[in-house]
């Protein structure tokens, strides 16, 4: 094994849409593990839109990335040397590691995955970070109730689509915003939503209110901008909103501007509350239960955009602000050795 190894760092912070230019790609030592630590080779990186935010250098939930460090994401691994008791050689972990071919990563800061209770990748989807936002944020924000409309954007996204199935699972009216129309097919045949909108095509407003003719109960809002600003005026009496990303925002330079909502919320009495996954870190085990039992009873599905190989991060990377992704985005680095 050769004792150097590719990464990723934070070159400058980005003004805009990143570019290949704000990042380095560098060689760095591979190191050796201490007691209580194990030597992993990245098997699977996850590429997600936040990470955006942790480019800027400003206060948020998360600290920003540092320049000239290493970016890090959600990581599944194998381990390649153990100086740990809770890990062998050969055990597929998961956790928040650097994009860097191999991680030294103390034991308390990885878990073990068992890849007999799903595909591996699932870890970093639909019973990982992304299915438990969906989880959290809908049920505990949105508390659904059979009949009710909801209305997800960023639909045929990793979360977006997990949205729409759990609230079809209570028994509600989903209906699904997405840009192209492969993903519009896709969440009506194969997700079965009741009604889709391709919002690079149809007037949005009007669309909502055809696929809406009993208002909005909840709104699921994955993208900010004009799309929620179509959403507002459609609100039920006590509609709530869980606000989970504002990818439309992400790449502007100036401050995004737009109608404001206080008139709105007041009308409806709506709730309009916003979170992160951090905010259950207590509930992991319940939600990864629920999902995990739905996912093996068939009542969850779930897509990947998987890209090959360590030197197309940043592709992937920039890809979900086009909008390329269907479902998860993550990259692939290396086999799993068996």
């Known amino acids: 094994m050769s004792q150097m190894q590719k990464q990723i760092q934070l070159a400058k912070r980005p003004i805009g849409t990143p570019s290949m230019e704000d990042f380095a790609f560098i060689e760095a030592p591979i190191g050796t593990p201490s007691d209580g630590e194990v030597l992993i080779r990245t098997v699977y990186i996850s590429v997600d839109p936040y990470l955006r935010g942790r480019m800027q250098d400003v206060k948020s939930y998360i600290p920003p990335f540092q320049l000239n460090e290493v970016i890090s994401s959600g990581v599944i691994g194998q381990v390649v040397e153990s100086k740990s008791e809770q890990f062998a050689k050969g055990d597929l972990i998961i956790g928040t590691l650097g994009w860097q071919e191999y991680s030294i990563a103390n034991e308390r800061e990885i878990r073990k995955i068992d890849p007999t209770l799903a595909p591996v990748t699932a870890n970093l989807s639909i019973i990982g970070m992304t299915g438990l936002t969906a989880y959290f944020g809908l049920l505990d924000i949105g508390q659904p109730k059979e009949g009710e409309t909801v209305v997800v954007s960023g639909a045929a996204g990793a979360v977006g689509s997990t949205v729409g199935q759990i609230a079809k699972i209570k028994g509600a009216r989903v209906v699904g915003i997405a840009g192209t129309e492969e993903k519009c097919r896709y969440l009506l045949n194969e997700l079965e939503f009741d009604a889709v909108i391709n919002y690079k095509k149809e007037d949005v407003p009007s669309a909502l209110e055809k696929a809406c003719p009993n208002g909005i109960d909840i709104y699921f809002d994955n993208v900010g901008g004009v799309i929620s600003d179509a959403v507002f005026p459609l609100l039920n009496k006590f509609a ?23 008139t709105a919320l007041i009308k409806t009495s709506a709730l309009m509350k916003g979170f992160t996954l951090g905010d259950y870190s207590n509930r992991f085990k319940e939600g990864g239960t629920a999902l995990a039992t739905w996912l093996n009873e068939g009542k969850l599905k779930y897509e990947e955009t998987i890209t090959e190989g360590f030197d197309h991060i940043i592709d992937a990377f920039l890809d979900l602000f086009k909008g390329a992704n269907l479902g998860k985005q993550l990259v692939k680095v290396a086999d799993i050795e068996e």
């Open 240 to 262: 709530r909103i869980p606000v989970c990303g504002a990818i439309s925002a992400y790449n502007k330079v100036d401050i995004d501007m737009g109608p404001r909502v206080q």
